[in-house]
C-alpha cells in the first residue's frame, strides 16, 4: 500500500483549502453566466440583443457547471457530515436550487424553438429566474450557515433537525443574497464588456457598476453589523482544546457562542485581513473599471472581489465549517467532521491528477471563444 506522506491535520487543512478553492471557482466560473441571466431583462431591449447576451454564455455554460459539481463532490467525500447536514437542513433551498439551474439550460433551448414573441417572453423570464434565483438563495444559504443551522447529534450521532424554509430568511441571510446577487451581477457584466458591442456594452458597464458599489457597501455593513453584535448576531467559539489528529466525533469538543466571535480570526492572524479588503477594493476596482471601460481589468477585478468576499466567510468561521445554533457543541468542524486519513490523501492524489486538466480543457475553451458575439 502507498504510504501516507502527509499527516491527518495537514491533509484536513489542505481539503479545507480546497473546498474553498473549488467554491471560489464555481462563484468566478458560472457566477458571470447568472449574472448575465440576472440582467439579460434589464440591458436587452429587443430580440437581437437578447440573443446576444445568450450567446454570449451558451457554449460554455455547462462546462462552468463543472465546478459546481467538483464542489458538491468534494464535500461529500471529504466533509461527509457536513455535506448530510448541509443538505438536509437547506433540503428546500437547494431544491429550489437545483429547479432554477434546470430551467435555466431548458430556457436556452426551448426559447428559439418558436419565433413567438410572447413565447420568448415567456422563456425569457425562465433564463432570469434560473439567473437570480441560484444567486440569491447561494448567499441566503450562506447567511445561514454564518447564523448557524438548527441541527444537533444525540449520543449516537443521529442528526436531528428543526426550523423551515421561511425560518431560513431571517434579516443576515437576506442581506447575503443581496450582496450575492450583487457580486455575481457584477461580474456578468463585467463579463459581457469584452463578449458584446455598442449600446448592449454601455448598458451592461452602467449595470455592474452599480452592482459593484452595492456590494461593497453591503459587504462592509454586514462586517460592521457583526462587530456590533446587534440582533443575535453572534459568532462562535471553541472553548476546549482538541486534537486535530484525532479521528473525527463532533461531540468531542465543547463551543460557546460570544459577540464579535466571527471576527476573532484577524485579531490572531492579522494576515487574514487581506481577505475581506481583497472584497471591497476588488469591488471599488471593479465599478471603476467598467466605468472607464477597462475591459480585462474590470473581469480580473470582479473575480478578486468574488474570491475576497468568498474567503472572507470561510476565514472568519474557521475552523468551524457548519455551526449548530440548536446545540453549538454539535457543531462541525475542520478537524471534527472529515473523511478517514486514508480517505483524504486517495482523493488529493485524484486532484492532483484531474485539476489541471479541468484547468486546461477550460483555458483551451475560452481560447477558442474568444472575441466579441454579434447578431
Known amino acids: 500500500m502507498m504510504p501516507i506522506l502527509l499527516d491527518y491535520e495537514t491533509l484536513r487543512l489542505i481539503w479545507w483549502v480546497l473546498l474553498g478553492v473549488l467554491l471560489i471557482g464555481f462563484a468566478v466560473m458560472d457566477g458571470f453566466d447568472l449574472g448575465v441571466a440576472t440582467l439579460l431583462p434589464f440591458i436587452a431591449k429587443n430580440d437581437d440583443e437578447r440573443r446576444v447576451l445568450l450567446n454570449t454564455i451558451g457554449p460554455v455554460w455547462e462546462g462552468n457547471q463543472v465546478w459546481f459539481i467538483l464542489g458538491g463532490g468534494a464535500l461529500f467525500a471529504a466533509w461527509p457530515a457536513v455535506y448530510a447536514v448541509a443538505f438536509s437542513g437547506l433540503y428546500l433551498a437547494m ?94 457584466a463585467a463579463f459581457l464588456q469584452f463578449k458584446t458591442t455598442g449600446i448592449v456594452r454601455n448598458r451592461a458597464a452602467k449595470a455592474g457598476q452599480w452592482a459593484a458599489i452595492l456590494s461593497a457597501l453591503l459587504f462592509t455593513a454586514t462586517g460592521l453589523w457583526m462587530l456590533s453584535g446587534y440582533w443575535g448576531l453572534d459568532g462562535y467559539q471553541i472553548t476546549q482544546a482538541i486534537d486535530p489528529q484525532a479521528a473525527s466525533n463532533p461531540l468531542a469538543k465543547t463551543v460557546g457562542r460570544e459577540m464579535g466571535a466571527w471576527l476573532g480570526n484577524y485579531q490572531l492572524h492579522p494576515w487574514m485581513m487581506a481577505a475581506p479588503i481583497v472584497g471591497i477594493l476588488g469591488s471599488l476596482l471593479a465599478a471603476m473599471a467598467l466605468w472607464r471601460r477597462f475591459v480585462w481589468l474590470g473581469f480580473i477585478c470582479s473575480g478578486l472581489a468574488i474570491a475576497g468576499i468568498i474567503g472572507t466567510v470561510g476565514l472568519s468561521m474557521f475552523p468551524f465549517i457548519l455551526p449548530s445554533s440548536l446545540d453549538p457543541a454539535s457543531s462541525l468542524l475542520v478537524w471534527d467532521a472529515s473523511s478517514s486519513h486514508l480517505t483524504l490523501w486517495w482523493m488529493l492524489i485524484a486532484v492532483v491528477v484531474f485539476l489541471p486538466i479541468v484547468l486546461t480543457y477550460t483555458a483551451w475553451v475560452f481560447r477558442v471563444l474568444r472575441g466579441p458575439v454579434t447578431i
Open 95 to 188: 431544491l429550489a436550487v437545483l429547479g432554477a439551474l434546470i430551467l435555466r439550460p431548458v430556457g436556452f433551448k426551448y426559447r428559439s424553438k418558436l419565433l413567438s414573441p410572447t413565447w420568448r417572453k415567456w422563456w425569457d423570464r425562465v433564463i432570469f429566474l434560473g439567473g437570480f434565483l441560484p444567486a440569491l438563495l447561494f448567499g441566503v444559504a450562506t447567511g445561514n450557515v454564518l447564523l448557524g443551522l438548527p441541527f444537533r447529534f444525540d449520543g449516537d450521532m443521529r442528526l436531528s433537525l428543526e426550523g423551515g424554509l421561511f425560518s431560513l430568511l431571517t434579516p443576515l441571510p437576506l442581506v447575503a443574497g443581496l450582496i450575492s446577487v450583487g457580486m455575481l451581477v457584477m461580474h456578468g
